[in-house]
């Protein structure tokens, strides 16, 4: 692992990013939005917002499949880089971009197709809805249905309206090193490549002007859904947890309604808790439970273990800074019209 320094601040800004990522000088920023109107698009009302929320709930308890849609929102939010200032959408975010080829064929998004997929119904029943709110709007409403907190969700998204408007492939985090000991790569719009995970994933999470505790926030996110061998390369076909045994669900109740496979980081995996916090530092927990490089370092890292603890010691800490940093995440390079 490469070492590099470490101070106190715990963010940074777009404009210092170069330079926070070698020299460890951390302050933040907020997350740049774009709030005019544009003559080609209409306004979407609140009555087809609430309609098209409704029928992703509708969705969500049908399939059960809340991890993917939550996958699908941050894979297309992620791709933002804050220090790009051309004319939106040159930046990335959550643009709605990931529906087009060649995004959606990206490695890491590997399944994603068939999570876009599910959501086509969503646009046909009210078309005013982009397609980069429907995403966001499903990602929060399966944290919410699965026991998590009320993310304070902003809508009117603007969709990219092309191909050529998507992001370059690279700008997502690894969890796993290459073949040659490094994580993240040259590609995507800055370079995430480093041999300390901690330093790609600072490198991936700056470059959105997001910082440390967004990215443990935000990796407590794992609580919740698997990983599938065929999709990212991680985690066991299936597990005594994933085998179609009943699993639990956030009113208390079970359910074997779902597809079979998968490694989850956790027991419950379709319950939104702080038990990804509580799992992946102990290690008496079951030896199928997933534990990869970037989510241990998490209680590793001099910058990231006081919020890993943090949130290990008390659900509603972690629940109050991940609904900030989910909501962040969520509006990283949007344009947004008013809702009538």
Known sequence: FVTHPIHPIMKITCASLFIAAISGAQAFTAPATFNART????????????????MIDGIIKEKNCGPVMVRL???DS?????????????SGGAIGSIRFDPEINHGANAGLAGAVKILEPVKEAFPDVSYADIFQMASARAIVYAGGPVIDMKYGRVDATSPDQCSP????????????????????????????????????????????????????????????????GLGAEKTKFTDGTPTKLADGSTTDAYAQ????????????????F????????????????????????????????????????????????HKALSELGSKFEDIE
Not at 39 to 54: E, F, I, K, P, R
Not at 188 to 199: K, N, P, Q, Y
Not at 261 to 276: I, K, Q
């Open 78 to 90: 992620g791709t933002h880089d804050c220090s790009i200032t051309e004319e939106w959408p040159k």
């Open 39 to 54: 003559s080609t698009h209409l306004s979407v009302s609140q009555a087809d917002l609430d309609g098209a929320q409704d």
């Open 261 to 276: 496979g998968g490694s989850p980081w956790v027991e419950d995996w379709l319950v939104f808790d702080n038990s990804y």
């Open 169 to 232: 492939e690279g700008n997502l985090p690894d969890a796993e090193a290459g073949d040659e000991g490094k994580f993240g790569g040259p590609g995507g719009t800055a370079s995430t490549e480093d041999s300390a995970v901690e330093w790609h994933l600072r490198k991936v999470f700056y470059r959105m002007g997001l910082g440390d505790e967004e990215i443990v926030a935000l990796s407590g996110a794992h609580t919740f859904g698997r990983a599938w061998a065929d999709r990212s």
């Open 278 to 325: 509580t799992t992946i530092n102990d290690a008496s927990t079951d030896e199928e439970l997933l534990k990869l490089t970037s989510d241990k370092i998490i209680f590793q890292d001099a910058g990231f273990k006081p919020f890993a603890t943090e949130f290990a010691d008390s659900k509603e800490a972690f629940f109050e800074s991940y609904a900030k940093s």
């Open 73 to 75: 929102a941050w894979h």
